[in-house]
């Protein structure tokens, strides 16, 4: 006796919705919903901030190669 036929499952949910309410199996299902949304927008915004990340980079010299630069012109122009 397993569970292939519909009248197993049509019962097994009409347990299922005796025993918790449409009001809880409602609020379930929107807070499974907010979950994979968020779920998602952390992985589009982890993308989004290691490309930022690379820009910038490429932008910005670091700024230790920036101050030896800077350090040599100065010290050019006092001798």
């Known amino acids: 006796m397993g ?3 519909i009248w197993h ?12 309410g449409t009001k809880k199996l409602g609020n ?10 968020g779920f ?12 930022k990340t690379k820009e910038q980079l490429r932008a910005d010299p670091p700024a230790s190669a920036g101050t030896s630069t800077q350090d040599q012109r100065d010290s050019h122009e006092s001798k």
């Open 3 to 5: 569970f292939d036929s």
């Open 9 to 20: 499952w049509l019962l097994l949910l009409v347990i299922v919705l005796l025993i918790f």
């Open 28 to 37: 379930v299902g929107s807070d499974l919903g907010n979950a994979v949304r």
């Open 40 to 51: 998602k927008k952390a992985m589009h915004g982890d993308e989004s901030e290691k490309e």
